[in-house]
């Protein structure tokens, strides 16, 4: 009979030693996701008034968008920070991905092409692929679903509780459902829209 083969007891051990590791990394939770405001269930006033000082958020999700007849959908991506925002689109929406980096003054276009453009070039890029001017001044504050502060708009709170939707700068935003988020009742669907132009907004997490 063959004599069976023998493993090293350091060998032995390191292999043991690996798998309580790997097991051990299975049952670690993820980091609970950051919270920001003052609760989902705190008074409207009160998320409000947190929600016009919030800085720095991301989400990610996904849009339809529909213009001049035609339309396409895409995964998208949102960064915002205090002084720039970074928003990307990919997937099959008929124009091809496309990432946008941009500020109050400031705008950069990169295509599917890797081609990036800036300035006019890149407003009219935008404008070319969406159908539409992506009113980005606003854009922070709507995917929060509040207005642009500084700009007036009509708000429709039905008895004080969170904004169910709201017209600004020739846009009508509707909040169609909330869900927790960073602390607060953030928009998990969201339609953005005026005449000629629609974008539908389905929020899978904020971060």
């Known amino acids: ?122 407003r009219a890029e935008l404008e070319n692929r969406l159908g539409f001017v992506l009113p980005l001044a606003d854009l922070r504050w709507w995917l929060l679903g509040v207005p642009s502060p500084g700009t007036p708009a009509t708000r429709n709170e039905p008895a004080g509780g969170p904004i169910a939707d709201f017209q600004q700068n020739g846009w009508h935003v509707s909040i169609n459902s909330r869900a927790p988020g960073l602390g607060f009742s953030l928009p998990a669907r969201l339609t953005v829209e005026r005449e000629g132009a629609r974008m539908k907004l389905l929020v899978e997490s904020w971060q």
């Open 1 to 122: 009979m063959a004599a069976r083969a023998r493993v090293a007891p350091s060998v032995a051990t390191a292999v043991v030693a690996a798998l309580a590791l790997l097991a051990g990394c299975r049952t670690v939770p993820p980091p609970a996701p950051a919270v920001i405001g003052p609760g989902a269930d705190a008074p409207w006033p009160e998320q409000y008034a947190a929600l016009a000082g919030l800085e720095r958020y991301a989400l990610t999700g996904r849009v339809a968008v529909a213009a001049n007849g035609q339309g396409f959908s895409a995964n998208l991506r949102y960064r915002q920070q205090p002084q720039r925002a970074d928003l990307s689109l990919d997937g099959p929406m008929g124009i091809g991905g496309m990432r946008m980096e941009f500020s109050e003054r400031n705008l950069s276009v990169t295509n599917s092409r890797g081609e990036t453009l800036d300035g006019e070039a890149a």
